[in-house]
């Protein structure tokens, strides 16, 4: 089920349109995507981590 209310990005108003009426800039679906264990691209998402933050991936502590 999609979501049809939409968030806009710069002054944080919600509403229906693809942009927002009272400043104009492009707006997006609020809602996160739904988790699903059948991930099809987990595995190009951890090694783009790997290789961007290295072996202790997004995590500071050593």
């Known amino acids: 089920m999609?979501?049809?209310i939409r968030k806009?990005?710069?002054c944080g108003?919600?509403?229906l349109r693809n942009t927002?009426?009272?400043?104009g800039?492009?707006?997006s679906c609020p809602v996160p995507?739904?988790?699903?264990?059948?991930?099809r691209m987990g595995?190009?998402?951890r090694k783009a981590?790997?290789?961007c933050y290295g072996d202790n991936g997004k995590h500071n502590k050593i």
Request: net charge negative; glycine share 4%.
């Open 20 to 23: 927002c009426p009272l400043c």
């Open 13 to 15: 108003r919600y509403t």
């Open 8 to 10: 806009c990005g710069s």
């Open 33 to 39: 995507p739904k988790y699903s264990p059948e991930d």
């Open 49 to 51: 981590i790997m290789e």
């Open 43 to 45: 595995e190009y998402r």
């Open 2 to 4: 999609r979501s049809e």
């Open 25 to 27: 800039s492009t707006t």
